[in-house]
């Protein structure tokens, strides 16, 4: 008889604590996932503002393409690929992005700022970087995504713009 009931409460308990424990586990790995892309979008926004810091001379050669020359005469270009990659050179900096939702453009305003300590006009300007990485959630967690590409703006007031 208590084997009888032993067995019973088994039969009850398991489920109920393998659900749990399986539950634990998804939402675990999609926090990871959501973890991860914000991660990436993050790193590449790091890297490509040190660059632009340091860079000369800012040459957006497309919206999946940009060229980036530094005093020292060297380049670097930075490139959306086919294969949802980005590439610097031949290095590739973020995997899993969106290339069709990716994109370099430059944003220069009408009309220049003055800046009157130095008594000339500033052409201000940006390079926006829109990036979007793949959706790695799905199922019952496709919340836990990036719904809408980030949009980045790094000022390169005082770069020439190409």
């Known amino acids: 008889m208590e ?9 009850i308990i398991l489920p109920v604590m393998s659900s749990i424990l399986l539950y634990g586990f998804d939402t675990y790995k999609s926090n990871y996932n959501y973890i991860r892309q914000e991660d990436m979008v993050s790193n590449v926004s790091n890297l490509l503002r040190k660059d632009i810091e340091a860079s000369k001379i800012i ?3 497309s919206d999946k393409e940009l060229q980036l020359t530094f005093p020292d005469g060297k380049s670097k270009t930075w490139k959306f690929g086919s294969d949802n990659t980005l590439k610097v050179g031949t290095t590739i900096v973020a995997k899993d992005i969106d290339s069709s939702s990716c994109k370099f453009e430059k944003r220069v305003p009408s009309a220049p700022t003055p800046n009157w300590e130095n008594k000339i006009l500033v052409d201000e300007g940006y390079v926006v970087l829109t990036i979007k990485p793949i959706e790695t959630n799905s199922k019952k967690f496709t919340n836990r995504n990036f719904s809408k590409p980030i949009i980045t703006e790094f ?3 005082y770069k020439e713009i190409q």
């Open 3 to 11: 084997v009888l009931i032993y067995t019973a409460l088994l039969g």
């Open 59 to 61: 040459k957006i050669i």
């Open 155 to 157: 000022s390169v007031r």
